[in-house]
């Protein structure tokens, strides 16, 4: 027996039980990701043909005592994975029904994105890190 | 219901689906952003492996470098940068849909073009900046 009333329940959350969290998520890292994302093709074309000693170069080079790129491409890649799982989710939710299918699935997707930015932000860390 | 005469229920009428339909170039794009998405999701692999490679010193990072020299390595490379060039350009007009802007049907159809074409043109452009010498920058 709750207190609470039923419209309160569900008040500002829709058939979706968690309201406009997922859509504006979803939005807020895609605005963040414009400008990174053009910031990782200009990285990416200006390490082209470049060797590994070129490319810990441009990893570690602190212009403000910080290194910039690092953090730059560290902050990429988690947005991105972030989006990322969003978006998977939507296809999923459109295209696998059945609930414990959508339950495996999204399970498997957040396990495979975790794994992906922790080793990545492990690499970057062993490049650029504070050691 | 025991009034109806009916036993087996009559298959309602279905709502036209993308069989149906004359295929308009939004279809096309707003399927191509879904298919691009799911593409550089496998993308953040490569990502994860490339700086993996940076960190474990110059051998590991050779191997890396010879497989994406090869031609099957450009070839995704270049499959990959056409991808984020068409999910980041039309994400832009996700978000522009968003604020309110852009659903007139001749301004979608239009813009549908823009980013297909520009999409290509940066793929194509960013390779051939690579490929004349003109990337790699960073010394």
Same mark, same amino acid.
């Not at chain 1, 979706?16 to 859509?23: A, E, I, T």
């Not at chain 1, 070129?54 to 730059?72: D, E, K, M, Y």
């Not at chain 2, 279809?27 to 994860?48: D, E, K, P, Q, Y």
């Given at each position: 027996?709750?207190?609470?009333?039923?419209?309160?329940?569900?008040?500002?959350?829709?058939?979706?039980?968690?309201?406009?969290?997922?859509?504006?998520?979803?939005?807020?890292?895609?605005?963040?990701?414009?400008?990174?994302? /053009?910031?990782?093709? *200009?990285?990416? &074309?200006? %390490?082209?043909?470049?060797?590994? +000693?070129?490319?810990? #170069?441009?990893?570690?080079?602190?212009?403000?005592?910080?290194?910039?790129?690092?953090?730059?491409?560290?902050?990429?890649?988690?947005?991105?994975?972030?989006?990322?799982?969003?978006?998977?989710?939507?296809?999923?939710?459109?295209? /696998?029904?059945?609930? *414990?299918?959508? &339950?495996? %699935?999204?399970?498997?997707?957040? +396990?495979?994105?975790? #794994?992906?930015?922790?080793?990545?932000?492990?690499?970057?860390?062993?490049?650029?890190?504070?050691? | 219901?025991?009034?109806?005469?009916?036993?087996?229920?009559?298959?309602?009428?279905?709502?036209?689906?993308?069989?149906?339909?004359?295929?308009?170039?939004?279809?096309?794009?707003?399927?191509?952003?879904?298919?691009?998405?799911?593409?550089?999701?496998?993308?953040?692999?490569?990502?994860?492996?490339?700086?993996?490679?940076?960190?474990?010193?110059?051998?590991?990072?050779?191997?890396?470098?010879?497989?994406?020299?090869?031609?099957?390595?450009?070839?995704?490379?270049?499959?990959?940068?056409?991808?984020?060039?068409?999910?980041?350009?039309?994400?832009?007009?996700?978000?522009?849909?968003?604020?309110?802007?852009?659903?007139?049907?001749?301004?979608?159809?239009?813009?549908?073009?823009?980013?297909?074409?520009?999409?290509?043109?940066?793929?194509?452009?960013?390779?051939?900046?690579?490929?004349?010498?003109?990337?790699?920058?960073?010394?």
């Amino acid at each position: 027996m709750t207190m609470e009333t039923p419209l309160h329940r569900v008040q500002g959350l829709g058939s979706s039980h968690s309201g406009v969290r997922h859509f504006w998520r979803q939005r807020m890292t895609a605005a963040a990701l414009v400008p990174l994302a /053009v910031w990782f093709g *200009w990285a990416v &074309l200006g %390490l082209v043909g470049a060797s590994e +000693a070129r490319v810990l #170069a441009f990893l570690t080079q602190s212009p403000l005592g910080i290194p910039l790129n690092a953090i730059l491409l560290g902050a990429f890649i988690v947005i991105l994975i972030y989006h990322m799982v969003l978006g998977l989710q939507v296809v999923i939710d459109d295209y /696998v029904y059945g609930k *414990w299918g959508k &339950l495996a %699935l999204m399970f498997l997707v957040r +396990a495979a994105a975790f #794994a992906v930015a922790a080793i990545s932000i492990f690499a970057l860390f062993r490049i650029a890190g504070p050691v | 219901m025991a009034e109806n005469p009916q036993t087996a229920p009559r298959p309602r009428p279905l709502s036209p689906h993308l069989t149906i339909y004359r295929w308009p170039v939004t279809m096309a794009t707003s399927i191509t952003h879904r298919v691009t998405g799911l593409g550089l999701s496998f993308g953040t692999i490569l990502l994860a492996w490339w700086l993996v490679a940076v960190a474990s010193g110059p051998e590991t990072y050779q191997v890396f470098s010879s497989i994406a020299r090869s031609w099957f390595g450009q070839l995704v490379l270049f499959g990959f940068t056409w991808a984020l060039a068409y999910h980041l350009l039309n994400g832009i007009r996700h978000l522009a849909w968003d604020l309110g802007y852009g659903f007139a049907p001749a301004t979608a159809n239009r813009n549908s073009w823009i980013v297909y074409i520009l999409s290509v043109l940066a793929a194509v452009g960013a390779f051939a900046l690579a490929y004349t010498g003109k990337g790699g920058f960073f010394a």
